[in-house]
């Protein structure tokens, strides 16, 4: 179920699931558009939306931006935590008067959004809502390197492989066809640091052209595959929380 419909039939619906796309606004090299992590997020979240009965899940209009200040610059706009803690506890706290979902699921594709593991936590605290935040994108890059080859090893962290695939496979028209093979781009630093360094600087100072792997790798087939399996994977995992969910009802 989507918000397309008048309130009263809102509130005939049982939703027991409501999904919230959260995506972001920032650059995302010479070959993406600045709203490709927006995009997955509203994909994944309408594929998975589709695999449950019409009045059992709800699928809230996406976040268009969240915290991206690690690619603070051009095309980039960024929201503290802050800023993106009180819009989602506000949703959250509207949520329990119509809605009263048995889960709030925040389904998000952005790496940099590390607050919202311990947000959903407090969301579940003091809304009295349980929340839990699927980071898709993590999930993605599992089933990716899987089945896909990478003859040169490199890290898959932005603007690479696994997002010019999605875009390429659903939105060909944003996305240059051929990208060279020299568009690759791998941080010379140990793995053990990678996180630090993306906290401590900037994309733009680390990269080249804002790109950390190797786009002239997409395959939009292997994208749309990619997609399709974790839409499926991330379905089974919201069974089985709610699966659990009726456990522990039963034995309190």
């Known amino acids: 179920m989507k918000v397309d419909r008048p309130a009263n039939q809102m509130l005939k619906a049982q939703q027991r699931i409501v999904l919230l796309p959260i995506g972001s606004c920032e650059q995302h090299g010479p070959y993406l558009p600045i709203d490709t992590d927006l995009r997955i997020a509203q994909l994944l979240a309408e594929k998975l939306e589709k695999q449950f009965s019409d009045d059992e899940c709800l699928l809230l209009p996406p976040i268009p931006f969240s915290c991206?200040?690690?690619?603070?610059?051009?095309?980039?706009?960024?929201?503290?935590?802050?800023?993106?803690?009180?819009?989602?506890?506000?949703?959250?706290?509207?949520?329990?008067?119509?809605?009263?979902?048995?889960?709030?699921?925040?389904?998000?594709?952005h790496g940099g959004n590390n607050i919202l593991s311990s947000l959903s936590a407090e969301i579940t605290a003091k809304e009295d809502i349980p929340t839990t935040v699927i980071n898709a994108i993590s999930e993605t890059s599992t089933i990716w390197f899987k089945n896909c080859s990478n003859p040169d090893k490199i890290e898959d962290i932005h603007a690479g492989a696994i997002e010019t695939s999605i875009i390429q496979a659903y939105w060909p028209n944003l996305v240059k066809e051929n990208i060279p093979a020299n568009a690759k781009y791998q941080v010379d630093i140990n793995p053990s640091i990678m996180h630090s360094a993306l906290q401590a600087f900037n994309t733009y100072q680390l990269t080249k052209e804002g790109i950390w792997g190797d786009p002239s790798l997409a395959n939009p087939e292997n994208g749309k595959k990619a997609i399709e399996q974790v839409s499926i994977n991330i379905y089974n995992q919201v069974q089985d929380i709610l699966t659990l969910m009726k456990k522990l009802e039963k034995e309190s």
Not at 71 to 87: D, E, P, Q, V, Y
């Open 68 to 109: 991206s200040w690690e690619h603070k610059g051009n095309g980039t706009i960024a929201l503290s935590h802050s800023t993106i803690a009180s819009i989602i506890h506000d949703i959250a706290y509207n949520l329990k008067y119509w809605a009263k979902p048995d889960l709030f699921i925040l389904l998000n594709w």
